[in-house]
Nanobody, 114 residues
Framework: QVQLVESGGGLVQAGGSLRLSCTAS????????MGWYRQAPGKGRDLVAR???????NYADSVKGRFTISRDNAKNTVFLQMNSLKPEDTGVYYC????????WGEGILVTVSS
C-alpha cells in the first residue's frame, strides 16, 4: 500500500530554518508529483509547494524565495527546505501525492516562535 512518512518538523525561532523530508513507498516515485501542504491552526489545508516527476516546481506566493522543494528519486524522498521562517508558517505540514486517489502522510508539526 502507499505510505508517506514525514520527518524533520519541530520548534524554531523566526528567521530560522528547517528541512522536512517525506519518504514514499508503494508508488513509482519518479513518476509521481509530490507536494507539501500546510494546515494552520483553525484553517484549511493549503498547497505550499509541489514538484513534478520532471522537476518542475510550484510554490505558494507566501513562500516563494524562502522555501525550496526538491526530490531524490533514488531514495524515494521529497524535501522541503524552509528558510527565513515566519510565525505565520506555523502549522501541520502534510506530504501528498496522488495514486488513484489523494494520499497523505500523517502530518508533522512546525512551530515558528516570534
Amino acid at each position: 500500500q502507499v505510505q508517506l512518512v514525514e520527518s524533520g518538523g519541530g520548534l524554531v525561532q523566526a528567521g530560522g530554518s528547517l528541512r522536512l523530508s517525506c519518504t514514499a513507498s508503494g508508488i513509482i516515485f519518479s513518476l509521481n508529483a509530490m507536494g507539501w501542504y500546510r494546515q494552520a491552526p483553525g484553517k484549511g489545508r493549503d498547497l505550499v509547494a509541489r514538484i513534478f516527476g520532471g522537476g518542475t516546481t510550484n510554490y505558494a506566493d507566501s513562500v516563494k524565495g524562502r522555501f525550496t522543494i526538491s526530490r531524490d528519486n533514488a531514495k524515494n524522498t521529497v524535501f522541503l527546505q524552509m528558510n527565513s521562517l515566519k510565525p505565520e508558517d506555523t502549522g501541520v505540514y502534510y506530504c501528498h501525492t496522488r495514486h488513484g486517489i489523494d494520499r497523505w502522510g500523517e502530518g508533522i508539526l512546525v512551530t515558528v516562535s516570534s
